[in-house]
Protein backbone atom coordinates (compact mmCIF):
# COMPACT_ATOMS: atom_id res chain seq x y z
CA UNK A 1 0.00 0.00 0.00
CA UNK A 2 2.95 2.46 0.48
CA UNK A 3 3.31 2.49 -3.12
CA UNK A 4 0.23 3.58 -3.43
CA UNK A 5 0.46 6.19 -1.08
CA UNK A 6 3.83 7.43 -3.13
CA UNK A 7 2.08 7.23 -6.67
CA UNK A 8 -0.94 8.95 -5.47
CA UNK A 9 1.73 11.67 -4.33
CA UNK A 10 3.66 12.26 -7.96
CA UNK A 11 0.16 12.41 -9.70
CA UNK A 12 -0.82 14.75 -7.21
CA UNK A 13 2.34 16.67 -7.90
CA UNK A 14 1.88 16.61 -11.82
CA UNK A 15 -2.35 17.64 -11.19
CA UNK A 16 -1.14 20.73 -9.51
CA UNK A 17 1.63 21.62 -11.66
CA UNK A 18 -1.56 21.71 -14.53
CA UNK A 19 -3.44 23.71 -12.50
CA UNK A 20 -0.96 25.84 -11.26
CA UNK A 21 -0.35 26.50 -14.95
CA UNK A 22 -3.87 27.33 -16.08
CA UNK A 23 -4.72 31.08 -15.88
CA UNK A 24 -7.57 32.27 -13.45
CA UNK A 25 -11.52 32.45 -15.03
CA UNK A 26 -12.53 35.42 -17.00
CA UNK A 27 -15.24 36.24 -19.05
CA UNK A 28 -14.30 34.12 -22.01
CA UNK A 29 -13.69 30.66 -21.79
CA UNK A 30 -9.81 29.26 -21.87
CA UNK A 31 -9.31 26.69 -24.04
CA UNK A 32 -6.84 23.71 -22.49
CA UNK A 33 -3.98 23.34 -24.83
CA UNK A 34 -5.06 19.36 -25.68
CA UNK A 35 -1.00 18.60 -25.51
CA UNK A 36 -0.97 19.51 -22.03
CA UNK A 37 -4.12 17.12 -21.14
CA UNK A 38 -2.02 14.59 -23.51
CA UNK A 39 1.27 14.99 -21.48
CA UNK A 40 -0.96 14.18 -18.02
CA UNK A 41 -2.59 10.78 -19.94
CA UNK A 42 1.31 9.70 -20.48
CA UNK A 43 2.07 10.15 -16.84
CA UNK A 44 -1.10 7.74 -15.71
CA UNK A 45 -3.77 10.71 -15.34
CA UNK A 46 -6.94 10.39 -17.35
CA UNK A 47 -8.88 12.89 -18.91
CA UNK A 48 -12.07 11.33 -16.07
CA UNK A 49 -9.11 12.09 -13.40
CA UNK A 50 -8.00 15.25 -14.62
CA UNK A 51 -11.88 16.16 -14.35
CA UNK A 52 -12.48 14.70 -11.45
CA UNK A 53 -9.88 17.25 -9.77
CA UNK A 54 -11.95 20.43 -11.86
CA UNK A 55 -15.05 18.87 -9.44
CA UNK A 56 -13.01 18.46 -6.44
CA UNK A 57 -12.07 22.42 -6.75
CA UNK A 58 -15.68 23.68 -7.02
CA UNK A 59 -16.64 23.10 -11.03
CA UNK A 60 -19.30 21.34 -12.71
CA UNK A 61 -19.17 19.56 -16.40
CA UNK A 62 -20.76 20.05 -19.27
CA UNK A 63 -20.27 17.93 -22.39
CA UNK A 64 -20.97 18.78 -25.57
CA UNK A 65 -20.53 18.13 -29.48
CA UNK A 66 -20.33 21.64 -30.19
CA UNK A 67 -17.03 23.48 -29.67
CA UNK A 68 -15.72 26.90 -28.96
CA UNK A 69 -18.50 27.63 -27.28
CA UNK A 70 -18.57 31.04 -24.77
CA UNK A 71 -21.93 31.08 -23.27
CA UNK A 72 -23.87 28.18 -22.25
CA UNK A 73 -27.65 29.21 -22.47
CA UNK A 74 -30.35 26.93 -21.16
CA UNK A 75 -31.98 24.69 -23.93
CA UNK A 76 -35.51 22.66 -23.56
CA UNK A 77 -33.98 19.26 -22.47
CA UNK A 78 -36.60 16.23 -23.93
CA UNK A 79 -35.21 12.95 -21.80
CA UNK A 80 -38.21 10.76 -22.64
CA UNK A 81 -36.25 8.21 -20.81
CA UNK A 82 -37.88 8.51 -16.98
CA UNK A 83 -41.20 8.54 -16.31
CA UNK A 84 -42.81 9.92 -13.33
CA UNK A 85 -41.31 12.82 -10.95
CA UNK A 86 -37.95 12.79 -12.67
CA UNK A 87 -39.27 13.22 -15.84
CA UNK A 88 -39.95 17.04 -15.16
CA UNK A 89 -36.16 17.56 -13.38
CA UNK A 90 -34.90 15.68 -16.73
CA UNK A 91 -36.84 18.32 -18.86
CA UNK A 92 -36.26 21.68 -17.83
CA UNK A 93 -35.26 24.73 -20.12
CA UNK A 94 -32.21 25.43 -18.39
CA UNK A 95 -28.09 24.20 -18.53
CA UNK A 96 -27.44 21.06 -17.48
CA UNK A 97 -24.06 19.79 -15.86
CA UNK A 98 -22.75 16.72 -13.91
CA UNK A 99 -20.22 16.12 -10.79
CA UNK A 100 -19.88 12.77 -12.85
CA UNK A 101 -16.94 13.10 -14.93
CA UNK A 102 -18.20 10.17 -17.63
CA UNK A 103 -21.79 12.37 -18.40
CA UNK A 104 -20.18 15.30 -20.27
CA UNK A 105 -17.69 12.70 -21.82
CA UNK A 106 -20.30 10.74 -23.50
CA UNK A 107 -22.06 13.86 -24.01
CA UNK A 108 -19.11 15.56 -26.15
CA UNK A 109 -18.47 12.92 -28.47
CA UNK A 110 -19.93 13.67 -31.47
CA UNK A 111 -23.05 11.10 -32.04
CA UNK A 112 -25.39 10.59 -34.91
CA UNK A 113 -29.01 9.69 -34.40
CA UNK A 114 -30.26 8.03 -30.71
CA UNK A 115 -28.34 8.23 -27.50
CA UNK A 116 -28.23 8.53 -24.26
CA UNK A 117 -26.72 6.70 -20.78
CA UNK A 118 -28.74 5.06 -17.87
CA UNK A 119 -26.53 5.00 -14.69
CA UNK A 120 -28.49 3.08 -11.54
CA UNK A 121 -27.60 2.05 -8.08
CA UNK A 122 -28.37 -0.89 -6.21
CA UNK A 123 -28.01 -1.74 -2.84
CA UNK A 124 -27.32 -5.58 -2.37
CA UNK A 125 -28.44 -8.01 0.90
CA UNK A 126 -24.77 -7.86 2.08
CA UNK A 127 -25.15 -3.96 2.16
CA UNK A 128 -23.30 -3.22 -1.26
CA UNK A 129 -23.53 -0.75 -3.68
CA UNK A 130 -23.14 -2.21 -6.97
CA UNK A 131 -23.72 0.62 -9.99
CA UNK A 132 -25.21 -0.12 -13.41
CA UNK A 133 -23.95 1.60 -15.61
CA UNK A 134 -25.26 1.50 -20.04
CA UNK A 135 -24.03 4.10 -22.32
CA UNK A 136 -25.65 3.70 -25.77
CA UNK A 137 -25.51 5.80 -29.85
CA UNK A 138 -26.36 4.80 -32.62
CA UNK A 139 -23.08 5.66 -34.25
CA UNK A 140 -20.18 7.64 -33.24
CA UNK A 141 -17.97 9.67 -35.49
CA UNK A 142 -14.52 9.31 -34.70
CA UNK A 143 -13.15 12.00 -37.20
CA UNK A 144 -14.51 14.87 -35.12
CA UNK A 145 -14.09 16.11 -31.49
CA UNK A 146 -16.24 17.69 -29.16
CA UNK A 147 -16.05 19.73 -25.99
CA UNK A 148 -16.19 19.37 -22.21
CA UNK A 149 -16.46 22.97 -20.13
CA UNK A 150 -15.96 23.57 -17.07
CA UNK A 151 -18.01 25.38 -15.52
CA UNK A 152 -18.33 27.33 -12.07
CA UNK A 153 -20.74 26.04 -9.42
CA UNK A 154 -22.19 29.30 -8.82
CA UNK A 155 -25.73 29.52 -9.95
CA UNK A 156 -26.97 25.77 -10.44
CA UNK A 157 -29.14 23.59 -7.93
CA UNK A 158 -28.83 19.88 -7.50
CA UNK A 159 -31.74 18.45 -9.74
CA UNK A 160 -30.98 14.56 -8.59
CA UNK A 161 -28.19 12.01 -9.12
CA UNK A 162 -25.18 13.87 -10.76
CA UNK A 163 -27.07 16.50 -12.54
CA UNK A 164 -27.21 20.13 -11.77
CA UNK A 165 -29.19 22.91 -13.52
CA UNK A 166 -28.88 26.10 -13.85
CA UNK A 167 -31.86 28.64 -15.69
CA UNK A 168 -29.46 31.45 -16.33
CA UNK A 169 -27.04 31.61 -18.63
CA UNK A 170 -23.07 30.55 -18.00
CA UNK A 171 -19.79 32.05 -19.40
CA UNK A 172 -17.59 28.66 -19.05
CA UNK A 173 -13.52 28.63 -16.43
CA UNK A 174 -12.19 26.05 -19.37
CA UNK A 175 -12.98 24.05 -22.59
CA UNK A 176 -11.23 20.90 -23.26
CA UNK A 177 -11.51 18.95 -26.19
CA UNK A 178 -12.55 15.34 -26.24
CA UNK A 179 -12.28 12.46 -28.34
CA UNK A 180 -13.18 8.95 -28.56
CA UNK A 181 -9.84 7.99 -26.74
CA UNK A 182 -10.73 9.42 -24.09
CA UNK A 183 -14.20 8.05 -23.07
CA UNK A 184 -13.18 4.31 -21.25
CA UNK A 185 -16.39 2.52 -21.26
CA UNK A 186 -18.10 0.35 -23.22
CA UNK A 187 -20.97 2.06 -25.72
CA UNK A 188 -23.78 -0.54 -26.77
CA UNK A 189 -26.40 0.02 -29.93
CA UNK A 190 -29.76 -1.18 -28.92
CA UNK A 191 -30.11 -4.35 -31.02
CA UNK A 192 -27.36 -4.07 -33.43
CA UNK A 193 -23.43 -3.21 -32.65
CA UNK A 194 -22.25 0.35 -32.37
CA UNK A 195 -20.96 2.11 -35.88
CA UNK A 196 -17.93 3.76 -35.19
Given at each position: ????????????????????????????????????????????????????????????????????????????????????K??????R????????????L????????????????F????????????????????????????????????A?????????????????????????????????????
Amino acid sequence: MEHLKHAEGILGGVMDIFFNQLPEPSDVPYRVDRSSVDRLVEQGISLEMLLNEFVHRGYLLHGSKRMNISLLEPRQANDEGDKGKDMEENNRNAVYTSNDPRIPLFMALPKRGESGYSIDGFIGDDGVVTESTVFYAESIDTERTGSVYVVPSKNFEWAGGSQYTSTKSVVPSYEISVNLSDFQYPIEKENNRLTV
